[in-house]
């Protein structure tokens, strides 16, 4: 056996494994397998966003970039967050990343000690806290409840903070739960994370798939935590462009100069021919935000209605992101299923549906639906949830 190091050693697998291999399986078998488990819209990246790498690739600029991405890029996200949110960036306080996921991680690296304790909102995004403890960190999960829609509120923040305490991680639209802190909610936060001088890391990568013409508020909004914020984002979600993996960290120009160093490192520097696409699609028409935007609103109506309206189940109103997250715990307990995983289980070897466990996400009463697919699967998808639900009653 092998040596494998105590940092990579103790990095958990995703929990969905067992899950994904046995759909894989039943695929192969020939069954008809209808999966919600996607973390990507189902549209394509827009034309003019592909022309634009086509052109890149025929004039050369194949080549390395600098490592905090080119120039150009820095300037088209600086304008861009100015155009959104008003907020006065240069170029030199941006590092583009290989994905926004990569950001996070360069983000923890470059403010979190050994140690440290980094708070982590529950339910959360699977990546952060094998993130967390690669960076040697200690998570430290704040449960949210369903009452408060799946936010915290600044007392239980307030609460959650020790003298050890680094850094907070903050997911607004959220991945798995698609709750959206509204601007009083994130002043009273702001207030908690001003006064304690902590770090707050705000992961805002589904911040145009808003719905019911709810603004967004950014965190990149207010001035008085300009220097404890890490702001990342990137193009993957709002322009369709997750294989491109394309990023970015907006931070305080001496955490952009850390993390540029360990870039040059470690992955030199993000695709040059994905940043010349992703300039496009900042520079470009975004109409196609708002043809998808009505897409989503439409699926995640019918997502919310239907889920809702199945005995036991209680879903809140994703404001923005494409998944719900329903609690299904009424159904633990019967037939002896005793939580999300063995529920997402049974679902999946009896009625060929894949959702998934909301275990992963912390949080296990409930599971999460990606309705990032046609209406027609997501009717199909549906019909296989109630039917396996009102098999257990
Ligand atoms: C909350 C959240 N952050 C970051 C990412 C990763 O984005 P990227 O594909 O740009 O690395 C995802 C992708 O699923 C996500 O859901």
Redesign the pocket.
């Known amino acids: 056996m092998p040596h494998i190091s105590k940092r990579l050693s103790q990095i958990s697998e995703s929990q969905t494994v067992a899950l994904n291999s046995l759909m894989a399986r039943m695929r192969r078998e020939g069954k008809d397998v209808v999966a919600l488990g996607a973390?990507e819209p189902d549209f394509d990246t827009p034309d003019h966003i592909k022309e634009a790498a086509i052109s890149s690739i025929k004039e050369g600029f194949t080549k390395y970039t600098p490592a905090d991405g080119i120039m150009e890029l820095r300037e088209a996200i600086c304008a861009w967050l100015t155009k959104q949110y008003e907020a006065d960036y240069s170029a030199n306080e941006i590092v583009v990343t290989c994905?926004?996921?990569?950001a996070?991680y360069e983000g923890i690296l470059a403010v979190v000690d050994p140690g440290d304790e980094v708070l982590l909102p529950a339910p959360y995004?699977v990546s952060y806290p094998e993130q967390i403890k690669m960076a040697g960190a200690v998570v430290k999960v704040i449960d949210s409840k369903q009452e408060n829609g799946l936010k915290i509120t600044a007392e239980e923040l307030e609460a959650a903070i020790t003298d050890k305490t680094r850094l907070l991680i903050l997911?607004s639209p959220s991945?798995p739960s698609g709750a959206v802190y509204e601007k009083e909610e994130l002043d009273a936060l702001v207030r908690v994370i001003k006064k304690s001088g902590i770090f707050v890391l705000s992961?805002e990568?589904?911040d145009t798939i808003i719905y019911d013409g709810r603004k967004y508020t950014s965190l990149i909004g207010y001035k008085e935590i300009r220097d404890q914020l890490l702001l990342v984002n990137?193009v993957?979600?709002s322009f369709a462009m997750?294989g491109w993996?394309i990023?970015y960290l907006a931070a305080h120009k001496d955490i952009v100069t850390a993390v540029k160093k360990y870039q040059g490192h470690s992955t030199s520097n993000p695709t040059s021919i994905s940043q010349k696409a992703s300039l496009a699609g900042l520079l470009g028409d975004t109409d196609f935000l708002k043809t998808m935007n009505k897409a989503f609103t439409e699926r995640r109506d019918y997502v919310h209605k239907r889920l809702n309206s199945m005995k036991g189940v209680s879903c809140i109103l994703p404001q923005g992101a494409f998944y719900a997250f329903p609690d299904l715990s009424f159904y633990f307990g019967k037939k002896g299923i005793k939580g999300s995983m063995e529920l997402c289980g049974y679902l999946l070897e009896k009625y060929n549906v894949a959702i998934v466990p909301g275990i992963a996400f912390g949080m296990d009463n409930n599971a999460r639906l990606s309705f990032a697919t046609s209406m027609q699967v997501l009717e199909n998808a549906l019909d296989r949830i109630e039917n396996g639900l009102t098999s257990l009653l």
């Open positions: 973390g994905g926004a996921k990569h996070v995004w997911n991945n992961d990568i589904y990137g993957s979600k997750t993996r990023g």
